[in-house]
């Protein structure tokens, strides 16, 4: 019995959920782009589906007037994370650093967020759940990380207090 219940554990465990595939849902208009431009900043984000079929988020960030960011924003209908531990992204940025971001509901004025690097080639990045903590402009929150059951939107951002060009291509996000 207890091999049994071992391999159902590492089958349930090995499984995922895809939440973003640019090859089978290559809707840009459920994406919004937020810039700096909402307080008073000068960055410029942009989003489109490439020939390949990828999601790519791309722009310039400016520091004028005190900006600094652009994100790019999905809102989904509100899904369970149990049994997942992690989001998975499959991305090709250009060596900068951004943040994905999660609410747990969308109306919240906080996200859950996680830095990750690139590299200039196709990687696939993980990232655990619980290791989300919770920051709103650029300041982390005195609450606990990640621990919610559920997700309403996901975000990529970029914010690196430079002025710069960036661009990520996305391919899937997933749970798992």
Do not use: H
């Not at 650029?138 to 997700?151: A, D, Q, V």
């Amino acid at each position: 019995m207890q091999p049994l219940c071992l391999l159902i554990i590492a089958l349930i465990t090995m499984q995922s959920y895809t939440l973003v595939d640019f090859q089978q849902n290559s809707n840009p208009e459920n994406w919004t782009i937020v810039d700096d431009v909402v307080m008073g900043g000068r960055s410029s984000g942009s989003f489109y589906i490439s020939d390949e079929g990828y999601g790519v988020f791309q722009g310039s960030v400016s520091l004028e007037n005190n900006g600094g960011f652009s994100s790019l924003r999905y809102r989904i209908k509100k899904i369970t994370t149990k049994p997942y531990s992690k989001i998975v992204l499959r991305v090709k940025g250009d060596g900068k650093t951004f943040q994905f971001r999660i609410k747990t509901k969308a109306s919240d004025y906080y996200s859950f967020i996680s830095y990750f690097d690139t590299s200039g080639d196709w990687e696939t990045i993980e990232i655990s759940l619980n290791e989300m903590y919770p920051a709103f402009r650029g300041r982390t929150l005195n609450i606990p990380n990640f621990s919610s059951g559920t997700i309403e939107e996901l975000a990529f951002l970029i914010v690196n207090k430079k002025a710069e060009s960036f661009k990520l291509e996305i391919a899937t996000i997933s749970l798992k």
